[in-house]
């Protein structure tokens, strides 16, 4: 078991999570410790690393940033059109529903499996591989299909696809970043490439959506995830460097440990903003360019700012985790974010959906950048790929609730409803995140 206790800097102890400040910093293996235990009576394995970078770290960080960037030129030219091509094929709300839902239904379980096997000596590198090159194909088979049926499978399979190069992939960044003193500055910049090529993505997809239709982006998406899949291929198999104690064996962390141990609350956190996103963003594209009247270009241009704020944001966030601790950070990405839902709420003018947007790219910014540091922090390496697998699997379970909920809403209801019940939810997510970042002694996070 993995215990999450609460002490002042400098203590440490076996079974112990060290917060400073509201911080997540070092935590161990073992049995839980007592005031009147003298010693442990099982052995500790330390699940932090000592400062080691591999002698070709910026060759390998630049790599793995090339491969995030590639995937998400990809996902920014074809996935933000998702539900619009759905509709334009056919599709009415309740099936653009059945669609998003059968996806994340897929990858939920799927990033469990593939988390498992990414922690196999040697199979994260190709999974990434895999996984991208089989994106690739099915982006260009959605291309080509003449009605929406068609969607079905090529969505299934991609829920098989995604978690394969999202787990792996981030698993081995959390390999390379182990130990390193910046890690929370330099994850915040390999997800900021991430966001700097989306919002190129959506915004250039938009305006070719108009001009050629939305196969054409999914043509776009079919390239950049060829590239990435090249790119991986140029990684080796292992990036980290071992600095296990000889004779020691490593620690078998299982799944059931990561969710009952210090993983619980970004797993919790998660889903508490995760799910009213989806639900929201669901049918945004729809509200925006049809309920509205603004269009394909003013949705992927609003779509686009959020993503181009989330640059700047994103290197602001990964110096705020390390000055005011990880749950603070998340607390301000979800007040944000519930300042978003309510500004939706009023059916504002365009000038403040634009502000509304810049506003998003900060509470995305704070939430990713803190969510992703933590789910690659709290696991060894031997359980970096369950870690990884968990923490898409929460994603994933947030995205299908909120998806199969939030095109029925709509269709039942309106959009109003959605934006005001994400809105509180967000909230509620906020205030257990301040609950954590002022920890009682004596309490299991």
Same mark, same amino acid.
């Given at each position: 078991?993995?215990?999450?206790?609460?002490?002042?800097?400098?203590?440490?102890?076996?079974?112990?999570?060290?917060?400073?400040?509201?911080?997540?910093?070092?935590?161990?293996?073992?049995?839980?410790?007592?005031?009147?235990?003298?010693?442990?009576?099982?052995?500790?394995?330390?699940?932090?690393?000592?400062?080691?970078?591999?002698?070709?770290? *910026?060759?390998?960080?630049?790599?793995?940033?090339?491969?995030?960037?590639?995937?998400?030129?990809?996902?920014?030219?074809?996935?933000?059109?998702?539900?619009?091509?759905?509709?334009?094929?056919?599709? @009415?709300?309740?099936?653009?529903?059945?669609?998003?839902?059968?996806?994340?239904?897929?990858?939920?379980?799927?990033? $469990?499996?593939?988390?498992?096997?990414?922690?196999?000596?040697?199979?994260?590198?190709? $999974?990434?591989?895999?996984?991208?090159?089989?994106?690739?194909?099915?982006? !260009?088979?959605?291309?080509?299909?003449?009605?929406?049926?068609?969607?079905?499978?090529?969505?299934?399979?991609?829920?098989?696809?995604?978690?394969?190069?999202?787990?792996?992939?981030?698993?081995?960044?959390?390999?390379? $970043?182990?130990?390193?003193?910046?890690?929370?500055?330099? %994850?915040?910049?390999?997800?900021?490439?991430?966001?700097?090529?989306?919002?190129?993505?959506?915004?250039?997809?938009?305006?070719?959506?108009?001009?050629?239709?939305?196969?054409?982006?999914?043509?776009?998406? @079919?390239?950049?995830?060829? %590239?990435?899949?090249?790119?991986?291929?140029?990684?080796?198999?292992?990036?980290?460097?071992?600095?296990?104690?000889?004779?020691?064996?490593?620690?078998?962390?299982?799944?059931?440990?990561?969710?009952?141990?210090?993983?619980?609350?970004?797993?919790?956190?998660?889903?508490?903003?995760? !799910?009213?996103?989806?639900?929201?963003?669901?049918?945004?594209?729809?509200?925006?360019?049809?309920?509205?009247?603004?269009?394909?270009? @003013?949705?992927?241009? !609003? *779509?686009?700012?959020?993503?181009?704020?989330?640059?700047?944001?994103?290197?602001?966030?990964?110096?705020?985790?390390?000055?005011?601790?990880?749950?603070?950070?998340?607390?301000?990405?979800?007040?944000?974010?519930?300042?978003?839902?309510?500004?939706?709420?009023?059916?504002?003018?365009?000038?403040?959906?634009?502000?509304?947007?810049?506003?998003?790219?900060?509470?995305?910014?704070?939430?990713?950048? @803190?969510?992703?540091?933590?789910?690659?922090?709290?696991?060894?390496?031997?359980?970096?790929?369950?870690?990884?697998? $968990?923490?898409?699997?929460?994603?994933? !379970?947030?995205?299908?609730?909120?998806? *199969?909920?939030?095109?029925?809403?709509?269709?039942?209801?309106?959009?109003?409803? %959605?934006?005001?019940?994400?809105?509180?939810?967000?909230?509620?997510?906020?205030?257990?995140?301040?609950?954590?970042?002022?920890?009682?002694?004596?309490?299991?996070?």
């Amino acid at each position: 078991m993995i215990h999450v206790r609460p002490m002042t800097c400098g203590q440490s102890g076996p079974g112990r999570l060290r917060v400073c400040g509201g911080n997540w910093q070092t935590f161990v293996v073992g049995k839980s410790d007592t005031s009147t235990e003298a010693a442990p009576t099982q052995p500790t394995v330390e699940l932090s690393r000592p400062p080691q970078v591999a002698p070709d770290f *910026w060759r390998l960080y630049l790599t793995l940033s090339t491969v995030i960037f590639c995937g998400f030129v990809a996902l920014g030219s074809a996935g933000p059109f998702q539900a619009l091509y759905a509709v334009s094929l056919g599709a @009415t709300l309740g099936q653009v529903a059945l669609l998003a839902g059968g996806y994340t239904s897929i990858a939920l379980f799927a990033g $469990l499996a593939w988390g498992r096997l990414a922690d196999r000596p040697g199979r994260r590198k190709w $999974l990434m591989v895999g996984g991208m090159c089989l994106l690739g194909i099915v982006h !260009l088979a959605s291309a080509l299909v003449p009605h929406w049926e068609w969607l079905v499978p090529l969505r299934f399979i991609e829920g098989l696809a995604i978690p394969a190069h999202q787990v792996a992939s981030m698993a081995m960044m959390g390999d390379l $970043l182990a130990g390193h003193p910046n890690r929370p500055r330099l %994850i915040s910049a390999y997800r900021m490439s991430g966001s700097l090529a989306f919002s190129v993505a959506i915004v250039a997809s938009g305006a070719l959506s108009q001009a050629v239709g939305y196969a054409g982006s999914y043509f776009v998406a @079919t390239v950049f995830f060829a %590239i990435g899949s090249a790119t991986a291929a140029t990684l080796p198999a292992v990036v980290h460097v071992d600095v296990s104690v000889p004779g020691t064996p490593p620690p078998r962390v299982g799944f059931g440990e990561l969710l009952t141990g210090p993983m619980r609350p970004v797993l919790i956190l998660a889903l508490a903003f995760g !799910l009213p996103f989806s639900m929201v963003y669901s049918v945004w594209p729809i509200w925006i360019a049809n309920e509205l009247g603004l269009g394909q270009a @003013t949705y992927s241009q !609003l *779509w686009g700012l959020a993503a181009f704020a989330e640059v700047p944001f994103m290197l602001a966030a990964g110096w705020m985790i390390g000055r005011a601790g990880a749950p603070r950070t998340f607390t301000l990405g979800l007040i944000a974010f519930s300042a978003v839902y309510c500004v939706y709420l009023i059916n504002p003018p365009i000038e403040g959906l634009f502000l509304a947007q810049v506003v998003r790219g900060l509470g995305f910014a704070a939430y990713t950048a @803190t969510s992703l540091t933590m789910a690659i922090e709290l696991a060894p390496a031997t359980a970096r790929g369950r870690a990884a697998g $968990l923490y898409q699997s929460a994603q994933g !379970l947030a995205q299908i609730t909120g998806n *199969w909920i939030g095109p029925p809403l709509a269709g039942a209801f309106g959009f109003r409803p %959605i934006y005001a019940l994400a809105a509180v939810a967000v909230l509620g997510g906020a205030a257990y995140a301040l609950r954590i970042a002022r920890p009682t002694p004596q309490t299991d996070l």
